[in-house]
């Protein structure tokens, strides 16, 4: 074991919302902050299997912790994303009712958007509602817009946050895992507290530890010495249907939530598809990913009702996501000012739109309990390359073939994904080192053919890039071929 120098920071989880932390505690003058991820890569367990849905939190339960995070982190990352270039789609959703018990609830959820701030809910005419949405099932009868609903690129995100914090100055140590924490006291040299993290790569100490680490934030909060809560995973399910199904839907197509689950919506992707999903199912545990017949016949009986002609369309992949539920209904984000802890547990599936309020709380806490946080002036910017259909891709740009022909060689051809877009993720600020990196970078692998025409010479570039055969895929959520 070796020990590396005092960090102020230690944050575990390279997940979108531990990597919104580090981002957010880098924009501080000399803030010494390490991130360790388990994982090969940042954004590789939960945060890349969602729904992708940047949220306004209009149907969050007032009060909570997670109604005013997400209302604030809906801002920031509309504004982020707009200037670090993730993609965001403004398509609106619209929340449709099937029968009139659903439709008797319309009150009770504008009432309660106004209670968490946002009043631009509104009951649309079933006229406009069939005009706007001409291939929705026969069976709807009533519908709540919900303007500011928009889809997000769940990929870009996290990796905006990693390159940026990266180039700040953040220590980011991935495949590491965290396998004990003890406290820092007096007979250590550190009368202010702290903590000794031992990893599978070392042992750090630090001033201030944050717990990040998602579906394994309950253990690492038992290792930091506290109980009350307990991870259960909740999984979902969902299917991605071909490109071709594109112009079936035009906004979000939410179903009125229950009291236990957002419940199946279909909604366009940025990468130009569809989406069908999720499930919502508590499993105990937190490695099953796998989709299962049951759950895929309950996403096409539910497709079969929202939008029939989707069924006709191909099926290109399956994905589950597993999000980090609690018994609690609110997220679990505490400051343990003695030792300088703080947990972040509890992040659902709103972690993604939250994600940056939640940087910007944590550093608000760790700056109350002593951390000195001087705002910097000398911050790179970060400019992501652009994975959406909706913007330019370079294999679209001649001035930019012109300039460099590798923007102008296709390996992938189902997501038009050029040599040089897969040359400039392995030479990243944080570089991908297997394909399921490539394919979050750069969209490579992830088309119809899942991998059967671009596979080979994705994974030749990965071996050059490596020096040798590249790292196994990380072994989590596989998109999985089902037609």
Avoid at 163 to 190: C, F, I, K
Wanted: aromatic share 4%; net charge negative; hydrophobic share 40%.
């Amino acid at each position: 074991m070796t020990t590396i120098p005092h960090r102020d920071v230690v944050i575990v989880g390279g997940g979108v919302v531990g990597l919104a932390i580090a981002q957010q505690l880098t924009r501080h003058r000399g803030v010494g902050v390490t991130l360790l991820e388990a994982r090969a890569d940042v954004g590789a367990g939960t945060s890349k299997a969602n729904t992708a849905i940047l949220h306004t939190g209009f149907d969050a339960t007032p009060g909570t912790i997670e109604s005013r995070l997400v209302a604030r982190g809906h801002e920031l990352l509309h504004a982020y994303g707009a200037r670090v270039g993730i993609p965001i789609e403004p398509l609106g959703a619209l929340l449709v009712a099937w029968d009139e018990e659903q439709h008797a609830r319309f009150p009770d959820i504008v009432a309660q958007a106004r209670a968490n701030g946002y009043d631009r809910v509104r009951e649309i005419p079933l006229e406009e509602l069939r005009r706007r949405e001409p291939h929705l099932g026969p069976g709807a009868i009533a519908a709540l817009e919900v303007p500011d609903e928009h889809i997000v690129c769940p990929f870009t995100t996290p990796l905006a946050y990693a390159y940026d914090a990266v180039q700040a100055g953040l220590e980011l140590r991935r495949s590491t895992r965290v396998t004990a924490v003890d406290r820092l006291g007096a007979d250590d040299g550190h009368p202010g507290g702290g903590f000794r993290v031992h990893t599978t790569a070392g042992v750090l100490t630090c001033r201030f530890l944050v717990n990040a680490a998602g579906l394994g934030s309950d253990v690492l909060h038992r290792l930091a010495g506290h109980e009350g809560y307990t991870v259960t995973p909740r999984r979902g399910e969902l299917l991605v249907f071909d490109k071709l199904s594109r112009p079936l839907v035009n906004h979000v197509l939410l179903p009125v939530p229950t009291a236990t689950t957002k419940g199946v919506l279909v909604s366009p992707t940025v990468f130009g598809n569809l989406l069908l999903g999720p499930t919502a199912d508590d499993v105990p545990d937190k490695e099953d990913r796998g989709s299962t017949p049951d759950g895929i016949a309950r996403l096409l009986d539910a497709g079969a009702r929202i939008v029939p002609a989707l069924l006709e369309q191909e099926i290109t992949a399956t994905y589950v996501g597993l999000r980090a539920a609690t018994e609690h209904k609110d997220y679990q984000l505490e400051l343990f000012a003695p030792e300088g802890y703080v947990s972040v547990g509890g992040i659902r599936s709103t972690g993604l739109t939250a994600s940056l309020a939640i940087g910007e709380e944590v550093c608000r806490m760790l700056g109350d309990e002593g951390l000195q946080l001087d705002p910097r002036d000398d911050l790179p910017e970060v400019h992501m390359p652009n994975v959406g259909q909706a913007f330019p891709r370079p294999f679209e740009q001649e001035e930019r073939i012109a300039a460099d022909p590798a923007y102008g060689e296709i390996v992938c051809f189902c997501e038009r994904t050029t040599r040089g877009e897969i040359r400039d993720a392995l030479c990243a600020p944080v570089p991908a080192v297997d394909q399921d990196g490539v394919r979050r970078r750069t969209r490579a692998t992830m088309g119809r053919c899942q991998t059967f025409y671009c596979g080979a010479r994705v994974q030749a570039m990965l071996d050059e890039a490596n020096g040798g055969p590249a790292a196994p895929a990380t072994p989590t959520a596989p998109r999985k071929a089902v037609a």
